[in-house]
């Protein structure tokens, strides 16, 4: 190596070693100071933007503009589910791909998805809207943007740890093998992801349904935006109070679902399943009627053999091309001690290039931070200390009730996600009923909650039901994200595994029936800490950070309800921060939106960061 490589390797060593080792400190304030720069920028794009007018459309909740609706709804969450797609596979692949960008782009996913709903929304919408002044496309693009911020973040980190978890035996193969990184995505670290892609999708289109009635219907100071599709539909129905109206919503909600089940994510998950590690038996595979009536149709098969298979495979030889002289067998490639000198030096000034171009981007970035941050903290210090004591106290609240819904969630989602996973018969039959009720908005079913709560725990307890519909509702937003991972971790573990843990614990049973049921359990809890629970823990760990995020973003919608033309709210951040949103006092909804996300960075950061390392260095498949 040359004067120059050697000064160049030992700068970038010294600067990852600064930023990703010694500093956990700074890179800490760097977060909150990005998190308070992100949220003045939206206060301010917000304040600016107020005083252009919109004119609000009409909601009809006759039935017969139901099909008008739900077109309409489901073309704005396929417009953001692809938006979310295609961000998910490009960032987490950079993240992947470059280790000195990862820590900081995983970090700035921390921030955006702790940052609630309430708090993109009003300088999104109103901002768009100053973009397109007095036309729909403007709260029609906003509420695309709103929908993508409620589905990328799960995806982005669930294909990351996918990606971290490959085993390093396909990566060496690769390497010794010399295959382009073009190739390489689209035949080992895209299939990889798949089966954790497929089932992150699911719950993701289902959490933009949750927020569906939020985004197409709500209130900024004295005015209301709304647009035409099925949560602005059920949002008027709930607030009328009229049963019937929402039941008919409801249940176009569902047949939207069960048609999208058995046409887009049944075939999805069967095809999937050629994906995971090792090559279990074709009878626990998951069927698809329509994926079985396309592979067996002679005129899908003639095409892709006339026309593509020939496009993926001149497709995937993009890259090669740029690695063909990569291909050439070792022993006839030139010496290092030939290489021409200059152009060694002239790789090395490009390296350093790199270099400065990095230090240059940190250092504008920090810049940037740092310039909005402290008019942030200016706009923040404003803030009387009165509404900082009841902000910590709410905040002090919600995160009981967060906590709360998470040990439900995992109560039941674990076993029963493992169990969806491992019996693909089972996960045929109730797979489809675990979608529907996932894509239901909660708020939708509020009605219903409350109506059954109203005698129940008035004449119990004498507490108000909005305490107890509020964790039902912030329950119903977080057991999703778990279920759906468990199910995929469930089905990313070989079959060989089970096979040999089953050949292994094949022991002599006992004549007794209570000696033979208590050796069943022994082996049944060795099963799941030996094999089950290392498998699923990476998947685990993913559901359970977005589960968090969501609870957060769930207590906004739940612990602040219209119904009946009345504001039922209980104590709590989330109660504060839509509250603060309806009635345009933005300085508030800064301020509960910095102690939101702070807390969300704050969990990440000393929770679930270590818990993430820990499924990368110690629970990878191989």
């Not at 279990?280 to 298979?309: E, H, I």
């Not at 020939?310 to 995937?316: A, D, H, I, N």
């Not at 999703?480 to 468990?486: E, K, R």
Request: hydrophobic letters at 55%; proline letters at 4%; a positive charge.
């Amino acid at each position: 190596a040359t004067p120059t490589q050697e000064y160049t390797t030992a700068m970038q060593s010294r600067l990852s070693a600064v930023l990703l080792s010694g500093h956990a400190k700074l890179t800490d304030l760097l977060i909150f100071a990005t998190l308070i720069a992100l949220l003045t920028l939206l206060a301010f794009i917000t304040s600016t933007g107020f005083v252009v007018p919109y004119a609000a459309i009409q909601i009809h909740t006759s039935l017969s503009y139901l099909p008008l609706y739900a077109l309409q709804s489901i073309g704005r969450v396929f417009a953001a589910y692809i938006l979310s797609l295609l961000f998910s596979l490009g960032y987490a692949y950079v993240a992947y791909r470059v280790p000195f960008a990862a820590s900081v782009m995983m970090l700035v996913i921390d921030v955006l998805q702790s940052v609630p709903l309430f708090a993109f929304l009003p300088a999104v919408v109103l901002g768009l809207i100053a973009l397109f002044p007095g036309a729909r496309i403007g709260v029609e693009l906003a509420a695309v943007f709103l929908l993508f911020t409620s589905m990328a973040w799960n995806m982005v980190l669930g294909f990351y740890q996918s990606l971290t978890t490959i085993p390093k035996e396909l990566n060496e193969a690769a390497d010794i093998f010399r295959i382009s990184r073009w190739r390489r995505f689209f035949v080992i670290e895209l299939p990889a992801g798949i089966v954790g892609l497929v089932w992150n999708s699911i719950i993701s289109v289902a959490g933009g349904w949750f927020f569906l009635i939020s985004i197409e219907s709500f209130e900024l100071g004295d005015r209301d935006f709304r647009l035409p599709g099925l949560g602005s539909f059920l949002a008027y129905a709930a607030q009328a109070g009229n049963m019937q109206t929402l039941t008919a919503g409801v249940l176009t909600v569902i047949a939207v679902i069960v048609l999208t089940d058995f046409f887009v994510w049944g075939p999805l998950i069967a095809w999937s399943d050629r994906y995971k590690y090792g090559s279990g038996s074709s009878q626990r595979a998951p069927q698809s009627p329509v994926l079985s009536m396309l592979n067996r149709s002679s005129t899908v098969r003639r095409f892709r053999q006339k026309y593509l298979d020939g496009m993926v495979e001149k497709f995937l030889s993009l890259g090669d091309e740029r690695n063909s002289q990569a291909a050439i067998p070792a022993a006839q490639l030139k010496t290092e001690s030939s290489v021409p000198k200059s152009k060694d030096k002239k790789a090395s000034i490009i390296a350093l290039v790199f270099t400065i171009l990095r230090i240059a981007l940190i250092a504008g970035f920090v810049c940037a931070v740092g310039f909005a941050s402290y008019h942030g903290l200016v706009l923040l210090a404003g803030v009387p200390k009165a509404t900082w004591i009841l902000l910590l106290k709410g905040a002090a609240l919600t995160f009981g009730r967060v906590v709360l819904a998470l040990t439900l969630s995992l109560l039941w989602a674990v076993p029963v996600g493992v169990a969806i996973g491992r019996n693909p018969v089972l996960g045929a039959k109730v797979q489809p009923l675990v979608q529907i009720a996932a894509s239901v908005p909660a708020t939708a079913l509020f009605p219903f909650i409350l109506v059954g709560l109203q005698t129940l725990v008035q004449s119990a307890a004498g507490a108000p039901p909005i305490n107890i519909a509020s964790i039902a509702l912030m329950t119903l937003g977080t057991m999703w994200y778990v279920l759906f991972n468990v199910i995929a971790g469930a089905q990313s573990i070989p079959n060989e595994l089970f096979e040999v843990q089953a050949i292994y614990s094949d022991r002599k049973r006992s004549s007794s029936w209570l000696v033979a049921r208590w050796q069943g359990l022994v082996q049944a809890i060795r099963r799941w800490r030996t094999l089950i629970l290392p498998g699923i823990f990476p998947y685990l760990v993913t559901g359970v950070v977005a589960a968090v995020g969501g609870a957060w973003n769930a207590s906004i919608v739940s612990e602040y309800v219209m119904h009946r033309g009345e504001v039922l709210s209980t104590e709590g951040l989330g109660a504060i921060v839509a509250g603060a949103a309806a009635s345009g006092d933005y300085m508030v909804l800064l301020a509960a939106t910095v102690v939101m996300s702070g807390m969300v960075v704050l969990t990440n950061r000393i929770v679930w960061a270590p818990l993430y390392r820990m499924a990368e260095e110690r629970y990878r498949l191989m």
